[in-house]
């Protein structure tokens, strides 16, 4: 079992900048994948960007160019630096750990994020 909790988001100008992070506890492997979700109110949850322990990444093309997600892990700690924030990044954000050698995945409890206009 993994847990997952989530620290940083808040209430911003637009323009502004958050910074999201996520403390993975319990067994981690170095295969796990970790990553961001976001969903808005009325929309389906969908993936903001993820990274493999090597520091691959997957960046959603909403967030391209303005989103950095990176990953500690010796801390067992992924972050998601967010610049350039619009109000449609308004929602609740999700770390995800996803496991590859088995089917398992954990979530967060969530982290508000709203972007004021």
């Known amino acids: 079992q993994v847990r997952l909790v989530e620290s940083g988001g808040g209430l911003v100008q637009a323009g502004g900048s958050l910074r999201l992070s996520c403390a993975a506890s319990?067994?981690?492997?170095?295969?796990?994948?970790m990553g961001w979700y976001r969903q808005a109110p009325g929309k389906q949850r969908e993936l903001v960007a993820s990274?493999?322990?090597?520091?691959?990444?997957n960046i959603a093309d909403s967030v391209k160019g303005r989103f950095i997600i990176s990953r500690d892990n010796a801390k067992n700690t992924v972050y998601l630096q967010m610049n350039s924030l619009k109000p449609e990044d308004t929602a609740v954000y999700y770390c995800n750990l996803r496991r590859l050698v088995v089917s398992y995945a954990s979530w967060g409890q969530g982290t508000q994020v709203i972007i004021s206009s």
């Open positions: 319990g067994s981690i492997f170095s295969s796990d994948v």
């Open positions: 990274i493999t322990s090597s520091g691959s990444t």
